[in-house]
């Protein structure tokens, strides 16, 4: 018997799902601030497989990124690790609203580009930042949380 225990622990154990303390032991967290950083091993233990996955090309091969498409987000991979999360809606801002609801919600510590917006989160592990693309005319297109100083 002690055998069996000690068989389940060293090889099943660690495949078991490992859910936020945040949530409370009730399932994997929501939040994609959470999601930043974990590794590719605990994304699929976590949220399971991806409802599809596609590439993305930067400028240069270190800004390639592997796309994990789940039904509330996409998750950017660079390498083994989550540093990039595209959201529906955060922070009280939705896909397709205009910017001055983005103001609105954000207040002070929002800076506002050509095309974009940018709010810098409470940190972490490393630093968190909030970018709000807008379409031409003015609504929230994508909202990204990602590392900043990645």
Not at 34 to 43: E, Q
Not at 81 to 95: A, E, P, T, Y
Not at 112 to 133: D, F, H, Q, V
Request: with cysteine; charged share 20%; hydrophobic share 45%.
């Amino acid at each position: 018997m002690r055998k069996a225990i000690c068989l389940f622990f060293a090889v099943l154990a660690p495949s078991l799902p490992l859910w936020s303390q945040a949530t409370g032991g009730e399932g994997p967290s929501r939040d994609p601030v959470d999601v930043i950083g974990l590794t590719l091993t605990m994304v699929y233990i976590r949220y399971g497989i991806p409802d599809t996955v596609y590439a993305v090309r930067g400028a240069e091969e270190w800004q390639d990124d592997v796309v994990f498409v789940y039904n509330d987000w996409d998750l950017y991979m660079y390498k083994d690790r989550v540093w990039q999360v595209g959201v529906k809606s955060s922070h009280d801002i939705r896909l397709g609203d205009p910017g001055g609801v983005v103001s609105l919600a954000l207040g002070e510590g929002l800076k506002t580009y050509n095309g974009y917006m940018l709010y810098k989160l409470p940190s972490r592990a490393w630093p968190l930042e909030m970018r709000i693309t807008l379409d031409a005319a003015g609504k929230v297109a994508a909202i990204f949380i990602y590392r900043s100083d990645f």
